[in-house]
């Protein structure tokens, strides 16, 4: 019988991490290192660690692991991958090597869906240019897996969720919807089409935005995963001290998004990152509810959200597109500080 | 009365099971829901105050219940993303300014395009903010691709200040596809907000 990892997972991807508002609180308690080489920590909420070796050289340190997305080994494999990359990408670095971090059900999955999960790793490293040198495997029901991954990047060159200057304009690079598609496709909500596009989106590695964001010299980014748009939007703007502007009705979503979040098919984790963003946010009059609820959607490998000064923007936007991320789209504003640090418009 | 029993559903389902029966349920007719789980029945419920909906909710060991109905709430109309977006801290004014030209004033040109930037940029700092900006004739240059202000308007627009272009002028400049910023609209239209409106400006 052919495995169907779904079964074995309740929450699914970036939608099963602890509730945000929750984790602020602990790390508040846990003391900062004074280590000077520590370029990046997680005092700005930032996608990874950068520490610097040289004046030359730093090193880009990230892990993230999550239970199943979808029913293919094979595929969770790539997915995991490409999410745990992506975090080095969104602070501008270049991934080098890679550790595996697996959970795995030994009684009740075959080795065969052991290797399919790590040959999909190691195919998704392989695309990236990296090569996974070791890991951890701990005998555990339910599945999960991912990378530690760690980058190169140049000192001067650090993309962060401070970058963000008022007068920019904000660039996604891929569709939201994988956390709903993702929970309608469990409830037979998602059509055949609407699971391929979110699959498709999920496997597709942030290399090519990094690429175009080094090369504009883009200073301002973050990627879009767990706190979904609106909870990493709300980080940048506070990292930056701006007020940052999400016009929804220009964000791109993957197939039926809308008409399924419609039908109620809201992620719990909506309402958690609901629950952290919104003391800071301001949500415009007449704001279509499903739109909002769509900014709070926990992504699983969601794209690359750039502040990008306003006389490159429409080079940057055409470039992105003619490399093949067609979806990308100004989806906002970068504003001077204001009552709250994000604002929420259709 | 209908009743949705959510028992042993998981997240989203609760959910999608109240939103159905509230669209499926007569004017006046009273939903029950029935849950048996702390996150489904505050999600549930936060989606009922989000939404406007009036309902009341009973907690007894292990079991909540919330009753619901069809009235007053917003998750029964249909999508339509509203034309004007309000925006809380930005004030806006009953007032409309009118972009005719692609310059500003009478005399040297590229003086001319260089106070209407300024204008433009001066705008966004004050107090009030206007409650829409109409666009005809070469004024609608000032929304499309190589407008020095396309950046600045868009952020006015950001900050919900409605934009109208006379599409009638976009087509006979062939700027169609050019247009960056604001929605087209016609005469009829731009002429009932400059009436209705208690100041125009026309810089």
Not at chain 2, 106 to 125: P, T, W
């Amino acid at each position: 019988m052919k495995t169907d990892l779904l079964q074995l997972a309740e929450n699914g991807g970036c939608s099963s991490k602890i509730s945000p508002v929750l984790l602020q609180e602990i790390l508040k308690k846990l003391p900062l290192s004074a280590d000077p080489n520590i370029l990046v920590d997680i005092d700005s909420h930032d996608d990874a660690g950068v520490y610097k070796i040289n004046d030359e050289l730093a090193l880009v340190l990230t892990t993230d692991f999550f239970p199943p997305v979808c029913s293919d080994p094979y595929e969770f494999g790539q997915i995991a991958a490409a999410n745990s990359i992506s975090d080095v990408y969104a602070m501008g670095g270049t991934p080098v090597v890679a550790l595996n971090i697996m959970m795995f059900p030994s009684s009740r999955l075959s080795m065969d869906d052991y290797y399919q999960i790590l040959k999909g790793g190691s195919d998704k490293a392989s695309e990236a240019g990296i090569s996974i040198i070791g890991g951890h495997t701990i005998d555990d029901f339910t599945p999960k897996y991912g990378l530690a991954v760690t980058g190169f990047v140049h000192p001067q060159r650090i993309v962060t969720n401070k970058g963000a200057l008022a007068g920019d304009s904000v660039i996604l690079t891929k569709p939201l919807g994988t956390g709903v598609i993702l929970a309608g496709h469990r409830l037979n909500l998602a059509s055949a089409p609407d699971l391929a596009g979110a699959l498709g989106s999920m496997k597709l590695l942030n290399r090519t935005g990094a690429d175009i964001m080094r090369k504009f010299d883009i200073r301002g980014a973050t990627d879009i995963t767990g706190y979904g748009l609106a909870g990493h939007a709300l980080k940048m703007a506070r990292a930056s001290e701006v007020t940052i502007s999400l016009k929804m009705s220009s964000v791109p979503l993957i197939g039926d998004t809308y008409r399924i979040a419609d039908e109620g098919c809201i992620p719990g984790a909506s309402f958690r990152n609901l629950g952290f963003v919104e003391n800071d946010s301001a949500f415009a009059d007449g704001l279509d509810y499903n739109l909002k609820m769509i900014a709070m959607d926990a992504q699983t490998s969601g794209g690359l959200l750039m502040s990008v000064p306003g006389n490159i923007q429409e080079e940057v936007l055409r470039q992105l597109h003619s490399a093949g991320l067609t979806s990308a789209a100004i989806i906002g504003s970068v504003l001077p500080k204001g009552d709250r640090y994000l604002v929420v418009v259709n | 009365m209908k009743i949705v029993d959510t028992t042993g559903m998981k997240c989203p389902a609760p959910l999608i099971a109240t939103k159905k029966a509230i669209r499926e349920a007569d004017e006046n007719e009273l939903v029950r829901i029935i849950l048996d789980n702390r996150t489904s029945f505050e999600n549930v419920s936060r989606f009922l105050k989000d939404t406007g909906a009036a309902f009341s909710s009973q907690v007894s060991d292990g079991s909540w219940t919330i009753e619901t109905g069809r009235a007053g709430a917003e998750h029964n109309r249909e999508y339509a993303i509203p034309s004007e977006a309000a925006i809380p801290h930005f004030k806006k004014g009953d007032f409309i300014i009118a972009f005719t030209s692609d310059t500003m004033g009478q005399g040297d040109e590229e003086l001319g395009k260089l106070l209407i930037e300024n204008f433009i940029k001066a705008v966004k700092d004050l107090d009030t903010l206007p409650r829409k900006m109409v666009f005809y004739n070469r004024g609608v240059f000032l929304g499309s691709t190589g407008s020095p202000v396309v950046d600045h308007l868009r952020e006015l627009e950001m900050m919900g200040v409605v934009m109208l272009l006379c599409a009638t002028c976009v087509n006979h400049y062939s700027l169609g596809e050019k247009i960056k910023v604001g929605t087209l609209s016609n005469m009829f239209e731009i002429a009932g907000e400059m009436e209705s409106a208690s100041k125009v400006i026309r810089p």
